[in-house]
C-alpha cells in the first residue's frame, strides 16, 4: 500500500472527501449529500451556490467543529459564511492555486454550464486536487493540464449524454468516475454505463455511496 496515494470515498450526488496522511478534504458537500458529509474534515472546497453543491448548514456545521478547517469556494458562496468565520473563508477563481488539507489545488472555469437560454449563466469553478483528480462542479470545463481520475457529471437538467462522452474524450483522464448522479435512476445507470463505457475512451466507472477507491 502507498501511503503517500491519496483515498477517495464518493458521497451521495457530487460529495466526494479526498484523503491522504490523516487530512480530508469534502468537495460539494450539498443539500443531496449525506447529513454528515463534512464530519472531521479538514478542508472544504465548493464549486458553486447550487444547493445540490452548498448545503450552508452542513458548511457551518464542518466549520464549527473543528476550528481549524478552512473553505475555498468562489464569491457567491464565501459571502454567505465570511463573517462567521473570519480568516478562514477563501474566495478563489480560475487560475488561482492553493494547499489544503496538505494537498495542492489548482482553480479552473468560470462558469455554470447552460441550463437554458433564458436562465442566466451563474458562476461556477472546478478543482484539481494534488494535480491528478478533477471535480468540475456543474460545467463541463476542460483543465489546461492532465487529468488522472475525472469526477464526471455524469447526468444533469443542463446536460445530455452525447456532451458527457465528448467531454470525457476531450478531458482524456485515466479514468472517470460518476458524480452529479442522484437523479440518476438504477434503470438508467446500465444505459449511461454502456455507452460512456463504449465511447468514452477510458476506464469508466462508478461508485455507490459510501465506497471508497485508492487513487
Given at each position: 500500500m502507498?501511503?503517500s496515494?491519496?483515498t477517495?470515498?464518493?458521497k451521495?450526488?457530487s460529495c466526494v472527501?479526498?484523503?491522504?496522511g490523516?487530512?480530508?478534504l469534502?468537495?460539494?458537500?450539498?443539500?443531496?449529500?449525506e447529513?454528515?458529509?463534512?464530519a472531521g474534515?479538514?478542508a472544504?472546497?465548493v464549486?458553486?451556490?447550487?444547493?445540490d453543491?452548498f448545503?450552508?448548514?452542513?458548511?457551518?456545521?464542518?466549520?464549527e467543529?473543528?476550528?481549524?478547517?478552512?473553505?475555498?469556494?468562489?464569491r457567491?458562496?464565501?459571502e454567505?459564511?465570511?463573517?462567521?468565520?473570519?480568516g478562514?473563508?477563501?474566495?478563489?477563481?480560475?487560475g488561482?492555486?492553493f494547499?489544503a488539507?496538505?494537498?495542492?489545488?489548482?482553480?479552473h472555469?468560470e462558469?455554470h454550464?447552460?441550463?437554458h437560454?433564458?436562465?442566466?449563466?451563474?458562476?461556477?469553478?472546478?478543482?484539481?486536487?494534488?494535480?491528478?483528480?478533477f471535480?468540475?462542479?456543474?460545467?463541463?470545463?476542460?483543465p489546461?493540464h492532465?487529468?488522472?481520475?475525472?469526477?464526471?457529471?455524469?447526468?444533469a437538467?443542463?446536460?445530455?449524454?452525447s456532451?458527457?462522452?465528448?467531454y470525457?474524450?476531450?478531458?482524456?483522464?485515466r479514468?472517470?468516475?460518476d458524480v452529479?448522479?442522484?437523479?440518476?435512476t438504477?434503470?438508467?445507470r446500465p444505459i449511461y454505463?454502456?455507452?460512456?463505457g463504449?465511447l468514452?475512451?477510458?476506464?469508466?466507472?462508478?461508485?455507490a455511496p459510501g465506497?471508497?477507491?485508492?487513487l
Amino acid at each position: 500500500m502507498n501511503a503517500s496515494s491519496l483515498t477517495l470515498t464518493k458521497k451521495t450526488h457530487s460529495c466526494v472527501r479526498l484523503e491522504r496522511g490523516g487530512q480530508s478534504l469534502v468537495i460539494d458537500p450539498g443539500g443531496f449529500s449525506e447529513q454528515d458529509a463534512t464530519a472531521g474534515a479538514d478542508a472544504f472546497l465548493v464549486t458553486h451556490e447550487h444547493p445540490d453543491h452548498f448545503d450552508e448548514e452542513r458548511l457551518r456545521a464542518g466549520l464549527e467543529a473543528n476550528p481549524a478547517a478552512q473553505l475555498w469556494t468562489l464569491r457567491s458562496v464565501a459571502e454567505k459564511l465570511t463573517a462567521a468565520f473570519p480568516g478562514r473563508v477563501h474566495t478563489v477563481g480560475h487560475g488561482d492555486t492553493f494547499t489544503a488539507a496538505g494537498l495542492d489545488v489548482q482553480v479552473h472555469g468560470e462558469l455554470h454550464a447552460v441550463i437554458h437560454p433564458d436562465i442566466p449563466r451563474i458562476t461556477n469553478i472546478g478543482f484539481l486536487v494534488d494535480g491528478s483528480v478533477f471535480h468540475p462542479g456543474d460545467a463541463l470545463t476542460v483543465p489546461d493540464h492532465p487529468v488522472d481520475t475525472l469526477m464526471l457529471p455524469v447526468m444533469a437538467p443542463w446536460s445530455k449524454i452525447s456532451e458527457v462522452i465528448d467531454y470525457v474524450r476531450e478531458v482524456k483522464p485515466r479514468r472517470a468516475i460518476d458524480v452529479h448522479d442522484a437523479l440518476l435512476t438504477d434503470l438508467a445507470r446500465p444505459i449511461y454505463d454502456k455507452q460512456i463505457g463504449a465511447l468514452g475512451g477510458t476506464d469508466h466507472g462508478r461508485l455507490a455511496p459510501g465506497d471508497a477507491t485508492r487513487l
